[in-house]
């Protein structure tokens, strides 16, 4: 494939995040600052631009290998690290939150409907500029059926998905605490070498809302089955290392302490 077709992806992707950036504040200057709707609205946004860009990071996998694919998701990662604030397009970032006492199962439910809509809702988007087709490797995309990225079991699947979440949550964590220099890029390629090692089982998601835009109703597996692994496997994944994080032999691992967490507060 020629490097204007990448030239293109990488045109379009950068096009998402300055739009996100743009809608992020319209909607700092005409909703309040406090409130759920602001909120919603920064859920909303960050969902729509994770799954905006990577769906044309589907057409990079497909066309220039992994490791094209890879160089671009750590690259989006460090940036959404940076402009997100407080939204993650995440749901069960919030179910952590709800279990550290720091959320209410209410604003859980409000942020992933948010996230839903977001996510879910930018494909007429990327769908219409695949099908001006500007590029070769958008020929026939905008209507193509889709197709599952899981090549294993369902419950094997889940056990991928919901494993790597988990030690993607806890490394961020650890960083979070320890806060060492370039955080965020260590994080970032921390998360994007689980996605590569797992690209070839599960397609390496680790995110419901992302999982759910991309792939919801695709060719290779039922629906049941997509709610097995990429909700149910990354949600207890990333549930499990709330408590996990707490235990004083993981925390001597990977801080170098042995009190918990609620230890060092008090």
Same mark, same amino acid.
């Given at each position: 494939m020629s490097m204007t077709a990448l030239g293109i992806s990488t045109a379009f992707m950068v096009g998402c995040c300055i739009?996100?950036? *743009?809608?992020?504040?319209?909607? +700092? +200057? =005409? =909703?309040?600052?406090?409130?759920? !709707?602001? $909120?919603l609205m920064n859920e909303a946004i960050a969902s729509a631009e994770l799954c905006a860009c990577c769906f044309e990071l589907i057409i990079v996998a497909d066309n220039f290998g992994v490791a094209a694919y890879a160089v671009f998701l750590f690259l989006l990662t460090v940036w959404w690290g940076k402009v997100w604030g407080d939204a993650s397009a995440c749901p069960y970032t919030h179910m952590e939150d709800m279990l550290e006492g720091k959320?209410?199962? +209410?604003? !859980?439910?409000?942020?992933?409907?948010?996230?839903?809509?977001?996510?879910?809702? !930018?494909y007429r988007i990327v769908q219409v500029f695949w099908w001006f087709e500007f590029a070769e490797t958008h020929e026939g995309r905008a209507f193509e059926e889709c197709n599952a990225d899981l090549q294993v079991n369902p419950y094997l699947g889940a056990a991928i998905e919901g494993l790597a979440t988990l030690l993607c949550r806890l490394a961020s964590k650890t960083l979070s605490e320890k806060d060492p220099k370039f955080c965020s890029i260590i994080d970032s390629f921390i998360g994007t070498s689980l996605v590569v090692a797992a690209f070839n =089982?599960?397609?390496?998601? =680790?995110n419901p809302v992302l999982a759910t835009a991309l792939k919801w109703g695709c060719r290779g597996h039922t629906n049941?089955?997509?709610? $097995?692994?990429?909700? *149910?496997?990354?949600?207890?994944?990333? *549930?499990l290392s709330v408590p996990l994080f707490r235990m004083r032999a993981v925390r001597k691992v990977l801080l170098g302490v042995e009190q918990p967490q609620k230890d060092k507060k008090e």
């Open positions: 739009a996100a950036q *743009i809608a992020r504040r319209l909607a +700092k +200057k =005409f =909703f309040n600052e406090e409130g759920m !709707v602001p $909120i959320s209410s199962l +209410k604003e !859980v439910a409000l942020r992933t409907w948010a996230e839903l809509m977001g996510g879910c809702c !930018v =089982f599960s397609g390496g998601y =680790f049941l089955e997509h709610i $097995i692994v990429y909700w *149910i496997g990354a949600c207890v994944g990333a *549930i």
